[in-house]
């Protein structure tokens, strides 16, 4: 009689990160072994911000299996029950709990696969009721483990011939099979109740362009709420943290050259002036991401859920210290005798269009899109004379929306990103406006804008540039 079985991936399937990283992790900060501490964090800060190359990606898992060399496997597996209870259990997806206890419930056999730890992954497939777990395994020498893996058994197609050795005749009709990974496509293909478990409608439609379905979840996070009080804290988590390089070198970098270059020079009054309108205008801007995250989300067809989001209700006291927040910001800067009247106007026209922008729908959006970019680079600087803000605006329309708009129209609209010809195509047109902007500056004499345009422009090429060598070493 054939067996119908149900196998669950665990990392950014069941658990909403990647155990392998996340228990070592956890295990030397538990063990306070500091010096392995400090090469974690210190890697982990780099790829933070998106300065790694691919050639330091692949030396990642070596790096951290490392940690474990010299270890008792006696204490890696009591770490690994401590590890499930003081975190693992924490970023559980809950929609895919209530799918176990449903297949468990109608007599499937309950397999959890993943390319993780063995001791990780027993005690998750053990604590959650799993019939069978297949994993990795660590290398040992007698009890002491030599920081490597040993039979990589990650590769899940092998699971069927596992299971068949146990005498396991698989009902591939009926069984089920759940996971996020690409990697994992002859499963897919393979059993018919198959979901591509998502997060993202990009990834959601190159399932979907395969014929493969979809289990949309919400991102946990073992985060306490309550450091929402704290302003830029939900952008931080929910958008920011996943882009750190993007937002350092657009929403930070670019104003601030833009200051330095049409302001006179390095002024540390300045640019603190800068950081404090930044925080002030990003705090109120949160509440424009609070609805959009639990308001304006139902209405998309292939909703992005983020990592952090609230229910509907909980947001109401962090809009109350989001707007304390700005009033005080704003008390300080009049305290400092700054003219904060076209920064509150600036302000409260970006949140209007933010307000429209979540309630709209169709290619409308890429108009409120644009300005709502603009204001990521611009608001902050309000609180200077036209002679700054004018010049960051031309900047941005000439050097940064062109590709801005690309990216949000194919990623919202076609679901998928650019190819390479249309990134290559986006170079055509700023480069006509470019030259068009350089030849009136030239002709009506305004050497000191020429000035500060090719420095803010060879800024930007660089930093693409970098992007682009990171892409290909």
Request: with cysteine; glycine share 4%.
């Amino acid at each position: 009689m054939k067996t119908k079985i149900a196998i669950f991936d665990l990392d950014f399937t069941l658990i909403n990160s990647n155990s392998t990283f996340d228990f070592i992790y956890f295990y030397i900060k538990s063990k306070k072994s500091y010096k392995k501490l400090i090469k974690a964090l210190f890697f982990l800060f780099f790829e933070k911000l998106g300065v790694l190359t691919e050639h330091f990606h692949r030396k990642k898992k070596p790096l951290f299996l490392g940690f474990l060399s010299g270890e008792q496997s006696s204490e890696i597996n009591r770490m690994a029950e401590k590890y499930f209870l003081d975190r693992g259990k924490k970023i559980l997806n809950r929609d895919l709990l209530a799918e176990i206890r449903k297949l468990k419930e109608s007599g499937f056999l309950m397999v959890l696969a993943s390319s993780s730890l063995n001791p990780v992954v027993e005690v998750f497939a053990r604590k959650l009721n799993f019939d069978d777990f297949f994993a990795s395994t660590l290398r040992f020498e007698g009890s002491i483990c030599r920081g490597t893996m040993g039979d990589i058994l990650g590769k899940k197609e092998n699971l069927f011939d596992y299971l068949q050795e146990k005498g396991i005749d698989i009902d591939f009709e009926l069984s089920y099979f759940f996971s996020d990974n690409k990697e994992d496509m002859k499963i897919f293909e393979k059993i018919k109740n198959s979901f591509a478990v998502v997060s993202d409608p990009v990834v959601a439609k190159f399932w979907e362009a395969r014929g493969i379905k979809t289990f949309h979840i919400n991102p946990v996070t073992s985060i306490n709420r309550n450091i929402f009080f704290l302003p830029l804290s939900y952008y931080w988590i929910s958008r920011a943290s996943k882009g750190v390089r993007h937002m350092l070198v657009h929403y930070i970098g670019f104003p601030i050259l833009v200051l330095i270059l049409f302001g006179n020079g390095i002024s540390v009054f300045n640019i603190s002036l800068f950081f404090l309108a930044y925080c002030s205008y990003t705090s109120l801007y949160e509440i424009g991401y609070f609805v959009n995250d639990t308001v304006a989300i139902k209405k998309e067809r292939r909703p992005n859920l983020r990592e952090g989001a609230l229910e509907l209700g909980d947001f109401k006291y962090f809009v109350i210290a989001r707007i304390f927040f700005f009033l005080l910001s704003c008390l300080l800067l009049v305290f400092l005798e700054i003219n904060i009247f076209t920064f509150i106007v600036g302000t409260a026209i970006f949140l209007i269009v933010f307000s429209f922008h979540n309630k709209l729908t169709g290619k409308i959006k890429l108009l409120t899109f644009s300005i709502l970019k603009l204001s990521h680079y611009v608001t902050p600087l309000l609180i200077f004379s036209p002679s700054i803000y004018f010049p960051a605006i031309i900047l941005f329309f000439v050097l940064q929306l062109p590709e801005e708009i690309l990216f949000y129209g194919k990623r919202k609209y076609k679901e998928e990103n650019p190819t390479l010809r249309e990134v290559k195509n986006i170079v055509i047109f700023p480069t006509f406006i470019i030259l068009l902007f350089l030849f009136i500056a030239l002709l009506f004499g305004f050497y000191n804008f020429i000035y500060g345009f090719f420095f803010v422009a060879l800024y930007i090429f660089i930093y693409k540039f970098i992007s682009y060598l990171r892409k290909v070493v």
